[in-house]
């Protein structure tokens, strides 16, 4: 099993930017399919970004393509999502989660068995 925790949300300004970590523990993340998903006030939850394995091959959601990048760094057993030229729809607690690796492909959040408590990201001026 694996524990994931998140960090580096925060408040950005529009056209800002910001990079989340998700910290992994009790398991190398050599293992994991991540993928980051966020939830806004009375919105379902939306996939962002997943970061795939073996390899690394990545997926972005439409609404962050060309503005997000999703990479690990595998020595301190981390994956980052940095996000840019940030919007006020930006605005949500973003999640990283975890399953045991699969397809590279996007799947939705029923797949994935692991979570992190969620960081709070806000875009406004």
């Known amino acids: 099993q694996v524990q994931l925790v998140e960090s580096g949300g925060g408040l950005v300004q529009p056209g800002g930017s910001l990079t989340l970590s998700c910290l992994a523990s009790?398991?190398?993340?050599?293992?994991?399919?991540i993928t980051w998903f966020r939830q806004a006030p009375g919105r379902e939850r939306e996939g962002v970004s997943s970061?795939?394995?073996?390899?690394?091959?990545?997926f972005y959601s439409d609404p962050v393509k060309g503005r997000a990048t999703i990479s690990r760094d595998y020595a301190n057993n981390t994956v980052y999502l940095q996000l840019n030229s940030l919007k006020p729809e930006d605005t949500a607690v973003y999640y990283c989660?975890?399953?045991?690796?699969?397809?590279?492909?996007?799947?939705?959040?029923?797949?994935?068995?692991?979570w992190g408590q969620g960081t709070q990201v806000t875009v406004s001026s």
């Open positions: 009790g398991d190398t993340l050599d293992y994991y399919t």
């Open positions: 989660a975890g399953a045991i690796s699969g397809p590279s492909s996007w799947r939705g959040e029923d797949a994935y068995d692991y």
């Open positions: 970061s795939f394995v073996p390899g690394d091959k990545t």
